[in-house]
């Protein structure tokens, strides 16, 4: 069946890296866009990035604009998020999700992972 | 950035009550919002696309209509199962996508 299966959180000091890791089956995964949205208890859901089915483009929300780079390995069906400079506020659980449609971005997001937590804490 | 204003933040209704979550966006945004149901430790599930849409599988008691840029969730006969925070999203004006503030469900 389709899946996503995120991994690589953890408890991380501020101003260290980490990188997420979503593995996508059941699905022609290099045929769609994906994105990383996060949940916080204070804040809900906030979209952090999407990226092309071909990784030709991406964007990012302004909270993590130059801090974090989203990317793919079409061969591995793999999605990633490597978050550098991390602060006290990026604590949250992280999402990956497919966009609906292929190969367009429709923003409408139909297939989630269960979600990877990271904490950033001293 | 373009705002969403969900209310209520939390709501009690019981089963068989006709249910109504509303989203208003800060400008106009078109059809462009869709409709997420969360349960407790599970991901958001897309149950509404583009304002009226139902997403494959969602049962028909659900729907969303739109009205300029007040948009509305309803239930039209809750059930124990519909249980969880509902979220709307906006995606014109991209990027970003946001959120509304979620929407608890109770049963009382």
């Known amino acids: 069946q389709v899946q996503l299966v995120e991994s690589g959180g953890g408890v991380v000091q501020p101003g260290r890296s980490l990188r997420l890791s979503c593995a996508a089956s059941?699905?022609?995964?290099?045929?769609?866009?994906m994105h990383w949205v996060r949940q916080t208890p204070g804040k809900g859901l906030e979209w952090v990035a999407v990226?092309?089915?071909?990784?030709?483009?991406?964007y990012y929300a302004d909270s993590v604009k130059g801090r974090c780079t989203i990317s793919r390995d079409n061969s591995k069906n793999t999605l990633y998020l490597q978050m550098n400079t991390l602060r006290v506020e990026d604590t949250a659980v992280y999402f990956c999700?497919?966009?609906?449609?292929?190969?367009?971005?429709?923003?409408?997001?139909?297939?989630w992972g269960q979600g990877t937590t990271v904490t950033v804490s001293s | 950035d373009i705002q969403m204003t969900q209310s209520p933040s939390s709501l009690s209704a019981s089963v068989g009550d006709r249910v109504t979550i509303t989203c208003q966006a800060s400008?106009?945004?078109?059809?462009?919002l869709n409709w997420y149901q969360q349960k407790p430790g599970k991901a958001p599930k897309l149950l509404i696309y583009?304002?009226?849409n139902l997403e494959t599988g969602v049962p028909p008691r659900f729907s969303g209509s739109e009205s300029e840029t007040d948009f509305t969730l309803t239930i039209s006969s809750l059930q124990p199962e519909d249980i969880a925070t509902y979220y709307c999203?906006?995606?014109?004006?991209?990027?970003?996508?946001?959120f509304g503030q979620g929407t608890r469900l109770e049963i009382k």
């Open positions: 059941g699905f022609t995964f290099s045929s769609y866009g």
């Open positions: 990226i092309w089915y071909d990784g030709t483009d991406k």
């Open positions: 400008q106009d945004i078109g059809n462009y």
């Open positions: 583009r304002a009226s």
């Open positions: 999700a497919r966009d609906r449609y292929s190969p367009t971005i429709s923003y409408e997001l139909d297939v």
């Open positions: 999203q906006q995606f014109n004006n991209l990027p970003p996508i946001t």
